[in-house]
């Protein structure tokens, strides 16, 4: 599958900076990344012989000169500091660190190699990857590669439930994170159940019978491993009535689909929850559309206005809304939110083929028409 956007994106990088981080969850294709970059030294920290290799880190590394790729690397946290002293040798010589945990969970990367290192987040295949005729096959299966590439749909949904057992079982203790597989398996699927809806602690709790503070670890434990978006809330003035909780979102459409019970595009599209479904898949395309330096935001009020999408690009603010059906019309909070935000244009997001006007300011397009979005503006 040929992944130009991140492809570029991550040679630019590498071309500049002495050390690239590539950090997506696990099975997201980060290893055949790398080596399409180009890797003349390669270390998998869960490969027994090249553990061995790196005993002495130091004496191994320093012979070596060219792009060094350490595959894994949050399972090394020792190796930053010796990264941090020979990429300032005078020495050609780069690396590339692949890692399934954000850089939360590698701080001391950020710590030892500040100034040097610079982040791609990969994820999964995105609808560009795959072609737009394929975006029903992209919405229920996923963008993990095997899910996607799976030669039918049972195979597909099979190796997405064996994913989210080993990602409990064996991933998330890898990453020092300490909590009963059983128990994080019960709140992932709550999560699912509450995807795209404003946060709730209190209530999760309740149905999980654990306390708040144990419902915001978990979260931020699915956030770190790069499987959970909390996307915040959008509010500029304290005494405004505007919601102030975060929504969570399976940002991978396929594991959200596994975890509702869903594995057959007749149960997607006559499931309760299809609307939340397509508003997480197309929100997860559109913010990695945007990049690493634009942070999304969610904004609503008590009253029920509310914007799926916003966001603050070059002194200029937009939003986006989605909506499962290829004739979307305006609605009141979509005025109110053009108006309260001051908003330079709102796109709906639908999953037809057409893009035309709804009103002034107010363009609908289908997802794959959101790269070329300058045009309608």
């Known amino acids: 599958m040929d992944r130009t956007h991140d492809l570029q994106a991550l040679t630019k990088l590498s071309s500049w900076f002495p050390v690239t981080g590539i950090l997506g969850p696990r099975q997201c294709g980060k290893t055949t990344m790398a080596r399409q970059i180009g890797a003349d030294h390669f270390f998998d920290l869960e490969h027994p012989g090249d553990l061995a290799a790196l005993a002495s880190p130091m004496a191994t590394l320093e012979r070596l000169s060219g792009r060094i790729v350490l595959d894994e690397v949050q399972r090394r946290p020792d190796l930053f500091p010796i990264i941090r002293v020979l990429v300032d040798a005078p020495i050609d010589r780069k690396f590339i660190l692949l890692g399934s945990a954000s850089p939360d969970l590698l701080r001391q990367s950020s710590e030892s190699l500040a100034g040097r290192i610079a982040y791609h987040r990969l994820g999964g295949f995105r609808l560009a990857?795959?072609?737009?005729?394929?975006?029903?096959?992209?919405?229920?299966?996923?963008?993990?590669p095997r899910s996607f590439l799976a030669p039918d749909q049972e195979l597909s949904l099979r190796w997405r439930m064996e994913y989210i057992s080993t990602f409990l079982e064996r991933d998330l203790p890898m990453l020092g994170i300490k909590v009963a597989p059983v128990a994080m398996r019960r709140f992932w699927t709550m999560l699912a159940h509450v995807h795209g809806q404003i946060l709730n602690l209190s209530e999760i709790g309740r149905s999980l019978d654990c306390s708040n503070q144990t419902v915001r670890h978990h979260l931020d434990l699915l956030e770190g491993a790069l499987v959970v978006r909390t996307l915040p809330p959008w509010h500029e003035n304290a005494s405004k009535r505007v919601v102030k909780s975060p929504k969570p979102y399976i940002r991978d459409s396929g594991l959200l689909h596994a975890l509702l019970g869903v594995g057959s595009w007749q149960a997607l599209t006559g499931h309760p929850k299809l609307g939340a479904c397509w508003e997480g898949f197309a929100l997860e395309e559109v913010s990695r559309e945007l990049g690493d330096g634009i942070r999304p935001h969610f904004w609503a009020t008590h009253n029920g206005a509310e914007l799926d999408l916003f966001w603050e690009e070059s002194g200029k603010r937009?939003?986006?809304?989605?909506?499962?059906?290829?004739?979307?019309?305006?609605?009141?909070?979509?005025?109110?939110?053009?108006?309260?935000?001051?908003?330079?244009?709102?796109?709906?997001?639908?999953?037809g083929s057409r893009t035309?006007?709804?009103?002034?300011?107010?363009?609908?397009?289908?997802?794959?028409?959101?790269?070329g979005r300058a045009s309608t503006l």
């Not at 004739?327 to 053009?338: D, G, Q, V």
């Not at 035309?356 to 790269?371: E, N, R, S, V, Y």
């Open 318 to 351: 937009y939003g986006v809304e989605f909506k499962w059906t290829d004739a979307p019309s305006t609605t009141r909070s979509m005025h109110i939110a053009i108006e309260s935000l001051e908003l330079e244009h709102l796109w709906v997001i639908h999953p």
């Open 356 to 371: 035309f006007p709804l009103a002034d300011k107010i363009t609908a397009m289908p997802l794959h028409g959101f790269a």
């Open 129 to 144: 990857d795959v072609g737009q005729d394929s975006w029903r096959e992209l919405f229920l299966r996923g963008g993990f």
